[in-house]
């Protein structure tokens, strides 16, 4: 069994930073590409920011400039650093990470159970 668990969402004023973490945790398993996506309430899932294992990084226009993702693969934890934040970037953020499976010999895409992030004017 593998599970995704984030931390680090919160309340801050516009032009502040938070640190959200995401951290894969079971047995035989690597963690390939991950990224960050966001929800508002009825509106669709956005992509956010994406790595792969070797440290690609992409970003979506909205975010290019202010947030940073990073990871690191020894402790299977990935980062999104959130740095002069908007009233906009309001939303629920989930951590994705596709990951093979050794006992399985495959690749799943696996979730985080999200957190929030409030930005207040």
């Known amino acids: 069994q593998v599970q995704l668990v984030e931390s680090g969402g919160g309340l801050v004023q516009a032009g502040g930073s938070l640190r959200l973490s995401c951290t894969a945790s079971g047995s035989r398993f690597v963690v390939n590409d991950m990224g960050w996506y966001r929800q508002v309430p009825g509106k669709q899932r956005e992509l956010v920011a994406t790595?792969?294992?070797?440290?690609?990084?992409g970003y979506a226009d909205s975010v290019k400039g202010r947030f940073i993702i990073s990871r690191d693969n020894a402790k299977n934890t990935g980062w999104l650093q959130m740095n002069s934040l908007k009233p906009e970037d309001t939303a629920d953020y989930y951590c994705?990470?596709?990951?093979?499976?050794?006992?399985?010999?495959?690749?799943?895409?696996?979730w985080g159970q999200g957190t929030q992030v409030t930005v207040s004017s």
């Open positions: 994705s990470a596709r990951i093979w499976l050794q006992f399985r010999r495959d690749e799943f895409e696996y």
């Open positions: 790595i792969t294992h070797g440290g690609a990084t």
